[in-house]
């Protein structure tokens, strides 16, 4: 079986590894397939394959956007994808620009509650700066003790209904999927199972995607427990869409799974790299 991890993240967004160092980990993990894919950027692409290609690493091109719908925020994987596609990076850099505002947004609803100094805080742990997230903020607050890990962080700060939220618009669905698509690659709905969407509106989103040109789903993932996966392989089977598996692995001590550290597919799933040209065949992994 082949070690294979699409969704991770380096120093360009919110990692805590530069791309070479990523790929460095993936190496002595035994990752033979690995995908970068931080968050609204692609500058980190070009150091990771250089990497790679020491390491004897297939390299896949990646990205993970931003993305609203229904008031929700969702991330939208885009795998295989051409870096170079003019309406990719355009829409990559309106997504970017609105990062800062939001950071600033995030300051301020979290020092109504007491908590002074974030912003400059976040910043501190930001590797670009027209990158910083929430993730950031979260490193933050655990430092100055408001929490014991990033995860915790969230649930009592940034996420709805909590101090240090602040809502965002970001790219919309059909943009994200159109400029993946264009550019050659798949789109793939990250980590469905962290959205709590009910089952029907996930069927609505489901076939909205579908209807987009949406390619995949992410069945395997660090997020989902083995239920989930089960129930994601089903969704993805019954509309054709392509299985994917990630780590989304952020840094040691942060990350549910580390680099390839994932497990199977549930039986019976097409995987999303089955097409891909000089990478792998579907007979050769899961």
């Given at each position: 079986?082949?070690?294979?991890?699409l969704h991770c993240h380096s120093t360009i967004?919110?990692?805590?590894?530069?791309p070479a160092q990523l790929?460095?980990?993936?190496?002595?993990?035994?990752?033979?397939?690995?995908?970068?894919?931080?968050?609204?950027?692609?500058a980190g692409l070009v150091e990771a394959?250089?990497?790679?290609?020491?390491?004897?690493?297939t390299f896949i091109n990646g990205v993970?956007?931003?993305?609203?719908?229904?008031?929700?925020?969702l991330h939208i994987v885009g795998l295989d994808i051409d870096p170079g596609y003019a309406p990719l990076v355009e829409g990559l850099t309106a997504v970017r620009a609105g990062r800062t505002q939001r950071a600033e947004n995030i300051a301020a609803e979290l020092a109504k509650s007491g908590i002074?100094?974030?912003?400059e805080g976040a910043y501190a742990y930001v590797g670009v700066r027209r990158l910083i997230g929430r993730t950031h903020f979260a490193r933050f607050l655990v430092e100055q003790g408001y929490a014991k890990d990033v995860k915790s962080v969230f649930k009592r700060y940034l996420v709805k209904g909590k101090p240090g939220y602040a809502p965002h618009e970001w790219a919309s669905l059909s943009d994200a999927v159109s400029w993946i698509c264009g550019s050659g690659g798949h789109a793939v709905i990250a980590h469905p199972g962290r959205y709590d969407l009910g089952k029907n509106v996930l069927s609505d989103l489901l076939d909205e995607f579908c209807a987009l040109g949406g390619s995949g789903l992410e069945?395997?993932?660090s997020s989902h427990t083995l239920e989930q996966a089960q129930r994601f392989a089903q969704h993805a089977k019954d509309r054709n869409l392509l299985a994917s598996c990630g780590s989304d692995f952020h840094g040691p001590g942060e990350s549910h799974f580390d680099l390839g550290q994932l497990p199977e597919f549930p039986p019976g799933c097409t995987p999303v790299w089955q097409h891909w040209k000089n990478t792998i065949t579907a007979e050769l992994a899961y």
């Open positions: 079986m082949l070690n294979i991890d967004s919110d990692g805590v590894l530069s790929v460095e980990r993936a190496a002595l993990r035994g990752v033979e397939t690995l995908a970068l894919t931080d968050h609204d950027d692609i394959r250089q990497a790679a290609e020491t390491k004897s690493i993970e956007i931003s993305v609203s719908w229904r008031g929700r925020t002074h100094g974030s912003l069945v395997v993932t």
